[in-house]
């Protein structure tokens, strides 16, 4: 007889999950600061912008390990507010490079039911871009898989600006009484809204700096940061990345370990 299909995810959850790791203590939502493309251009001999390339590599193998691993949600820093100031011809390649990406890929995260989101100031990006990313979003919006949020054009600082912009102009209308505003009315304006918080925040290539990234969102992420530049980022450095995760002790603030068994 055939089995429900949630059990059947469970098993396949279970079988899944790599040796020496617990499947019921992963991290449900991971955030990924991909730093260190332009090192490992540069360490081979190469244009920065290859590092970029290879980078979406790492990328597509790291979404596919978090669904595989049975992650509830990924999300990626791929260009900040501050990116802006880089070289021209940088910027031009990334915008370029991500729209080749999503025409490339759109099928395959249909097919393996990745729900995709940009979270950011996204009017800023070239047009082209916005339409597919728009495209893109719509198309996946009812998928039942892993969530991929891609932060692009993004600012911890700018978001929560923007939040307290809106919850601003609901009170001067009115629609709010700024004595009810609390943490679930505050997140609620953020990019990131109905996600939960990331557990764990991965950052490559060595920089010990949160840049800016999720600055509300990693109020209680551990955080690991480890030398492999992101190019280079495959299924050993993640495993690692889940193993030092498992082996924290999360209190929230209190005295006593917070039970994470999902
Ligand atoms: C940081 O490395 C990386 C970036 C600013 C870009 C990251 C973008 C990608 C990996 C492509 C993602 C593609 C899609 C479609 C989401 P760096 O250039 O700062 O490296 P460095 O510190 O060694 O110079």
Redesign the pocket.
Known sequence: MNQPTSINNEQSRLSACPIGLDPHRMPRHIAV??????????AKGLP?VM??RA??E??KRTLRLCSDWGIKALT?????TE?WT?PGD?VKF?MA??ER??QR?LEALQEEQVRIKFLGDLEALPARLQVLIAEATESTALNTGIHFN?C?NYGGRRELVLAAQKLAERSAIGELDPALIDENLFAAELFTASEEDPDLLIRT?G?MRVSNFLLWQLAYAEIYICDV???DFDATAFREALADFQSRCRRFGGLDPVPTDF
């Open positions: 600061i991909m730093d260190g493309n332009g090192r490992w251009a540069k920065r590092g970029h980078g979406v790492a990328l990626v820093y791929a260009f900040s990116n880089r940088e990334l490079l991500f990406v999503l890929e891609v692009t290539s920089e530049l992101w190019p």
